[in-house]
Every structure is written in structure tokens, then in C-alpha cells.
């Protein structure tokens, strides 16, 4: 029997890491296991070139190679800027093993970080109307004697004189506890309570603190909620940690899969963003986490299964039959939430496919938009794109599997909108010119950068109405048969870039059309069209216009609304009316399955190529 190879240490000096790698593991899939982030948006299957480091110093060998050594091809088309003469090429950390301990260079894109986390929509000092599922009651109550005796939950049961109460068994545990935390003859206590069940018992005075959770694909936010005033106190988002296992939908479903213990992964994954995300908006704001009595969660319906730890397998296949529509209420500690002891969790409903409790989410916070108009389209772009056409009364919705490349992913130098980020692109006398956030120095391109960059090689016509990068422009350069326009030093889109952009762009108009088409009505009818989602709070309106990703509408008729699902899990973490109104709205989405129609192949390859002129821009 052969002896396994040792495991080796790997040292990230940019990130002040150390890391062990174990035997045959990839430097890429051993720094997921430790938690150190690394680009990569295929999950490691070696797809998609982003999870480029260098190798500072220290022996590696391919994963298809039997000879240790130092590497010295890149096999990558990284997009990364070349080193410089001597120094060691940037490789793909998801194809290398080690062979002794390493110092690892991490490219600059994986450092960045995120300054837009998907949090914005609404007033930031908004107060929502109240009637929360949690309410709270102050007593004052008579200590016990040896003449009352009573059980301390009769005496708190008794004060209350409501019929039916229950009391949470691990919120009891701290009862007697919070009874006599003083030496007073007469006990002050906060009983909270949530329908017909008693799920915590604080001092008077305790803040009771709601937390809303959009659970995306890309990015995780938050948002956290006095519940006595409504108030919206703070936000944060972070990327999704389940990134580590791949920038789409399918990829997590296909690890999910693999066994309990894979699937277990990504349901962790995903709870330690919330707890992560609920400790620092509580320490932002002077609490703790124990006073969140509530929490509203929404996600596409894989997020979705894969928090509450339903199987997935039955998603990756059609006709893509979802465990769970209906909206749900879970003890948070059930879920590894660490709230109040009772505290409980409410996921949104889903609505069929793919379509989850996120675009409800969305649905709800834009119905003032909406509703009042003949015929409204509600998209939510991502790597998973939802889509609701709003005519006659009626709501149809569909998904389409868009991919990652229009948030970044998959692209040879897409990175997340973070410092450094391309965000936008314009020409001077016919040369290229970038624009990037924060002004930094540019190390990669966002989502809103790929789709800028791409508008406007095709207004310069160096990319051609079929896709292909022309060869005779200075800002055009090619390595071994592949060409690609040089957006400033190191950063690069490629022609896998571009056709990544075709499939994403192809997918989502034929969603469109093929809704607009079961309703025979053509695209200029539509009234307000609803872009919703990070991507689309940042993205031009005229540069997705110009590719053909959205249809040549007057530009008055969008409407870019950045995280309205978030606002929807606020809405419902104030609200019992806004969480019945959300089920009516799911209840009433008619589900239309497209990725298996006749005809869906053949628009898709209608919308796959660009316009051959630029439309007018309309008023």
C-alpha cells in the first residue's frame, strides 16, 4: 500500500495566512477548506482560469503531471498581467499540487475588497409600518413566598392572561434566571412572544431586533430592524461564501450531491454568513445577536433548499421539481442561527423552477410600480435570471440559467465590485478608456464593466454583430490564436469573455421574448420595465440596449431599483400583512418552464449574435 503524501504548508503572505494542504489536494480546494478566498468561479473544476496565484517559492506539480518541479507555462489565458522577466507565471491554483511548503502569491482581484454588497433600496432611515409576528410585554411581577409558590412560568403565564400560550423549551431554561437577575421583592421582565408561543424572557428595556436576509448567489445582505419602531438600523453584505464551490446554480448543485457531508458544506456555508452578518450589524448598532427575535430569509429556490438542508438533486434536472413552495417558519437554532433562544425564522415562498422566494421578495417591495400599469416586466438579473411578465391581470414567471458572466464570473479577469473594479468604459479619438471604482489603479472588470466594455468594442466595431474580435486595432492584441482587447495592463477580455456575454445576454432576451410571446404581445407595449438585483443597479441601461440584452424601449419606461428583495424581507420582518401579501403574490405567479420549450433553442440562437446597428436612443 502506498503512503499518502505528506501534507506541506502554504504561506499567503498578502492575506498574513498559513495554511496545511493535505496529500493530493489542490492549492486552490485546500485554501476553500481553510477559508481562505480565492476567485474562482467555476468551483475549482478547472474551467474558467480565474483562481490564478504565483509561486513564489517552493516545488508544485499539475494535477495531470508526475514530474514536481516549478512550472513555467501558463496554461490559464489569466488575463493577469505578465510577470515580469524571471519571475514565475501566474497558474491556476485549482490544477496545482504542492510537494513542499510553499510561499503562494495571490492575484490582485482575489484581495479586493467588496465595496458594493447588494444593499441598497429604499431609504437608508427608513421606518416601516409595524404589526411584527414578535411582540413584546413588560411585567411587573411579585416575588415568590412561601405563600405564593406558584411556578415561575404560571406566574408569567397568569400576568398575561392570554388563552393558549405555550412556552419555548430552551427560552424556559432562562426563565428563572431572568426572574431573579436582582434582589428586588418585585421582578421586572420583557416576555417576547410570537403567536401563540413565549420565546424569550429579558430585562425590561431589551432591544427587540429583526433581521432580514437576502440569500443570493453571488452576494449575502442583510439588514437589521428595530421592531419597536420600524426603523432600519443597518446593512451589510458579504459574498456568499458558497462561491468557494462554484459561481452558478448547478455547480453547487452538483457538489450537493455528492454526499451528506458535501451538502452539509454549503448549508454551513451559508449560516455563517447570516451569523456572521447578524453579529456585526448588532455590534454596529450596540446589541447582540440574542436580541434578534425575528428574522425573514429569501433566496432562489436552490439557496433556499440549500440553507434548510432540503435535497437539491431533483432541482438539477427537469422538470425541476422544487420539496417546498410554501412559506415556512423554522426555530432559528434549528437552522444553527445563534438569535434568541425561541427566536424564529420565516423563508419566503417559492413560486416553481427556480423562481424563489427572492423574486417574490422582489415582487413585493415593487407592487407600487407595478400595479398600476397595463403590462410591466420585473427581471432580477444574476446567475440565475428571474423574470415576471405582469399583464391583464395576470403574473407569468420563468427563469433562465444566465450564468455568472454578466456579474463577473467566468470571465478570464472578472472579479467582484470591489476597489479596482472596472466599471465602466468609454473612448477618447477612438482608443479605449476605463473608469473604475474607487479610482484605483485597474485589476479587473465587474459586472458593469464586461457589459460596458462589451457595448462599446461593438459601437468601435472591434467586436463584429457575430461576436469575433477584429484583429487590426491597436487596442487588440493575440496570444496563440486567441485574441483580446486590452482594457489597461493586466486586464483584458478575451474571446471566451465575449462569448461568455453572448450566452448570458442570448438566455435572458429569450426569456423575454418568450414571455411577451405566450401573451402575443410585442415589446413596445411593455409599460415599466423593473430591473432589480445588484447587476442591474449599476449597470447603463444603453450599453445592455446596445448588445442587445434589453429591448430598444424609451429610456423613461426603466426602472433600476438595486436589492428589492431585501426591501421585501424588511417589509415582511415589520409585517404579518406584508408576509400573507407576499404568499397571495407567489400564489398568484403562473410558473412557465422555458429551457425545455421547442422553440427556446432557436430564439436563443436568434438573440445569440449582436445588433447590426446601434439602435436610435429613444425619449
Wanted: aromatic share 4%; hydrophobic share 40%; glycine share 12%.
Amino acid at each position: 500500500m502506498s503512503t499518502p503524501p505528506a501534507p506541506h504548508r502554504l504561506n499567503f503572505p498578502e492575506l498574513d495566512r498559513e495554511i496545511e494542504v493535505q496529500g493530493e489536494e489542490t492549492i486552490f480546494h485546500g485554501a476553500r477548506r481553510n477559508g481562505l478566498r480565492i476567485v474562482g468561479a467555476c468551483g475549482g473544476r478547472g474551467t474558467c482560469g480565474t483562481c490564478v496565484v504565483r509561486v513564489v517559492e517552493g516545488r508544485i506539480d499539475h494535477v495531470h503531471s508526475a514530474a514536481p518541479g516549478l512550472l513555467e507555462t501558463d496554461d490559464a489565458a489569466t488575463g493577469v498581467e505578465a510577470p515580469a522577466p524571471g519571475r514565475r507565471k501566474w497558474l491556476r491554483a485549482c490544477q496545482l499540487r504542492v510537494r513542499s511548503d510553499c510561499t503562494i502569491e495571490v492575484a490582485p482581484r482575489s484581495l479586493a475588497p467588496v465595496v458594493r454588497a447588494d444593499v441598497d433600496f429604499g431609504d437608508a432611515g427608513e421606518t416601516l409600518p409595524l404589526d411584527p409576528a414578535v411582540s413584546n410585554h413588560d411585567l411587573m411581577l411579585p416575588g415568590a413566598t412561601l405563600d405564593d409558590n406558584r411556578s415561575d412560568a404560571d406566574r408569567v403565564l397568569q400576568a398575561l392572561a392570554l388563552p393558549d400560550l405555550d412556552i419555548d423549551l430552551v427560552a424556559a431554561r432562562g426563565l428563572s434566571v431572568a426572574l431573579r437577575d436582582g434582589d428586588a421583592a418585585t421582578w421586572a421582565l420583557r416576555v417576547r412572544r410570537h403567536g401563540h408561543e413565549l420565546i424569550d424572557f429579558a430585562p425590561v428595556g431589551s432591544k427587540s431586533l429583526g433581521l432580514g436576509v437576502d440569500l443570493g448567489t453571488t452576494n449575502v445582505a442583510a439588514f437589521l430592524i428595530d421592531l419597536e419602531s420600524g426603523a432600519r438600523l443597518a446593512s451589510l453584505g458579504i459574498e456568499n461564501p458558497q462561491t468557494a464551490w462554484g459561481a452558478d446554480l448547478i455547480s453547487r448543485i452538483n457538489h450537493a450531491i455528492g454526499g451528506s457531508r458535501a451538502a452539509d458544506d454549503l448549508r454551513e456555508a451559508a449560516v455563517a454568513a447570516i451569523n456572521g452578518l447578524a453579529h456585526d450589524l448588532c455590534r454596529a448598532v450596540g446589541s447582540h445577536s440574542g436580541c434578534i427575535v425575528d428574522a425573514v430569509v429569501c433566496g432562489n429556490t436552490a439557496m433556499h433548499h440549500l440553507l434548510l438542508g432540503l435535497p437539491v438533486r431533483q432541482l438539477g434536472r427537469a422538470p425541476f421539481v422544487a420539496a417546498l413552495h410554501a412559506p415556512t417558519d423554522v426555530k432559528a437554532r434549528d437552522l444553527g442561527l445563534v438569535f434568541c433562544p425561541g427566536a424564529s425564522v420565516h423563508l419566503a415562498p417559492n413560486i416553481g423552477g427556480f423562481v424563489g422566494g427572492d423574486h417574490v421578495s422582489t415582487l413585493l417591495a415593487t407592487e407600487d410600480r407595478w400595479r398600476p400599469l397595463g403590462t410591466s416586466l420585473v427581471m432580477d438579473i444574476g446567475t440565475n435570471t428571474e423574470i415576471s411578465l405582469i399583464h391583464g391581470g395576470e403574473i407569468s414567471s420563468a427563469s433562465v440559467p444566465s450564468g455568472p458572466a454578466l456579474e463577473g464570473g467566468h470571465i478570464s479577469c472578472g472579479m467582484r465590485a470591489a476597489d479596482g473594479a472596472i466599471e465602466r468604459v468609454s473612448t477618447v479619438e477612438g482608443r479605449l478608456v476605463v473608469h473604475t471604482i474607487g479610482n484605483r489603479a485597474p485589476v479587473g472588470l465587474c459586472g458593469s464593466g464586461v457589459l460596458d466594455a462589451l457595448a462599446t468594442l461593438r459601437r468601435l466595431e472591434i467586436v463584429s454583430a457575430r461576436g469575433r474580435i477584429a484583429a487590426a486595432h491597436p487596442d487588440v492584441e493575440e496570444t496563440d490564436g486567441l485574441r483580446a482587447a486590452l482594457l489597461a495592463p493586466g486586464v483584458r477580455l478575451t474571446q471566451h469573455d465575449v462569448r461568455a456575454v453572448q450566452l448570458a445576454k442570448a438566455a435572458i432576451r429569450t426569456g423575454v421574448e418568450l414571455l411577451l410571446r405566450d401573451h402575443g404581445i410585442a415589446e413596445q407595449r411593455i409599460d415599466r420595465f423593473i430591473i432589480a438585483g445588484a447587476f442591474g443597479a449599476y449597470i447603463d441601461i444603453a450599453s445592455g440596449i446596445d448588445i442587445g440584452l434589453f429591448p430598444d424601449l424609451p429610456a423613461g419606461r426603466y426602472a433600476q431599483v438595486g436589492n428589492a428583495a431585501g426591501l421585501g424581507t424588511r417589509r415582511m420582518l415589520a409585517s404579518l400583512t406584508a408576509r400573507t401579501r407576499a404568499a397571495e403574490i407567489a400564489g398568484a405567479c403562473r410558473y412557465v418552464e422555458l429551457s425545455t420549450r421547442g422553440e427556446f433553442q432557436k430564439t436563443f440562437m436568434h438573440h445569440i449574435g449582436f445588433p447590426s446597428e446601434l439602435p436610435r436612443r429613444s425619449q
